[in-house]
């Protein structure tokens, strides 16, 4: 197993504003990593492939569990702090919210490679939620995610973090106090 007590998720459902978080984030000097399933989205739409959500789910799945391990594995030896955008466990999130077998293969990830116990889940809001070329997902649908997230990364043993709603900078400054706690609390040890 591989812990990185330095490696913080934020996740959701779609369309609830992470990437604008992430983007507050960094411009704050906390560096992040981008998703990958916008990436493999982007990436199969102009090859023409077809292992995307709404063509070929288990191609799409397997995409994003490789992709998420390398992301995990290409920033291990990294000792500061660092965001991603999704974890490994999103991706069992999605198996879940599509119901597909649970390979061994996943299974054995969500346990091998463990992000920092707390894990920012922002939640659904309507206000801001929007569909596009690559989110096609309905609210109802993000609404689905949001708690297929939230209880997959319980069951994982992380504790969820609901990041309120807010402007992108009162949500950054959220997330900064309660990493700035955690580590206080660690420092403490």
Same mark, same amino acid.
């Given at each position: 197993?591989?812990?990185?007590?330095?490696?913080?998720?934020?996740? $959701? $459902?779609?369309?609830? $504003?992470?990437?604008? %978080?992430?983007?507050?984030?960094?411009?704050?000097?906390?560096?992040?990593?981008?998703?990958?399933?916008?990436?493999?989205?982007? #990436?199969?739409?102009?090859?023409?492939?077809?292992? !995307? =959500? *709404?063509?070929?789910? =288990?191609?799409?799945?397997?995409?994003?569990?490789?992709?998420?391990?390398?992301?995990?594995?290409?920033?291990?030896?990294?000792?500061?702090?660092?965001?991603?955008?999704?974890?490994?466990?999103?991706? !069992?999130?999605?198996?879940?919210?599509?119901?597909?077998?649970? %390979?061994?293969? %996943?299974?054995?990830?969500?346990?091998?490679?463990?992000?920092?116990?707390?894990?920012?889940?922002?939640?659904? *809001?309507?206000?801001?939620?929007?569909?596009?070329?690559?989110?096609?997902?309905?609210?109802? #649908?993000?609404?689905?995610?949001?708690?297929?997230?939230?209880?997959?990364?319980?069951?994982?043993?992380?504790? =969820?973090?609901?990041?309120?709603?807010?402007?992108?900078?009162?949500?950054?400054?959220?997330?900064?106090?309660?990493?700035?706690?955690?580590?206080?609390?660690?420092?403490?040890?």
């Amino acid at each position: 197993m591989i812990y990185k007590s330095n490696f913080f998720v934020i996740t $959701g $459902g779609p369309g609830v $504003g992470k990437t604008t %978080l992430l983007e507050t984030l960094a411009r704050q000097s906390f560096p992040y990593v981008p998703e990958v399933a916008r990436e493999i989205i982007r #990436e199969q739409i102009s090859l023409n492939g077809d292992a !995307l =959500p *709404w063509a070929n789910i =288990p191609a799409y799945t397997h995409l994003m569990l490789s992709r998420s391990i390398k992301s995990f594995e290409l920033h291990q030896k990294r000792e500061t702090v660092l965001f991603f955008d999704r974890g490994i466990p999103d991706t !069992l999130a999605y198996v879940h919210l599509t119901h597909q077998p649970i %390979l061994p293969e %996943l299974q054995h990830a969500v346990q091998d490679f463990r992000y920092n116990p707390l894990v920012f889940i922002l939640p659904p *809001w309507p206000e801001i939620y929007q569909t596009d070329s690559e989110r096609k997902q309905t609210y109802q #649908e993000a609404v689905e995610t949001y708690d297929i997230m939230l209880a997959t990364y319980q069951q994982l043993a992380y504790t =969820p973090v609901i990041v309120p709603k807010g402007t992108p900078e009162e949500r950054a400054n959220f997330v900064i106090n309660i990493y700035n706690q955690t580590n206080i609390i660690s420092a403490v040890r």
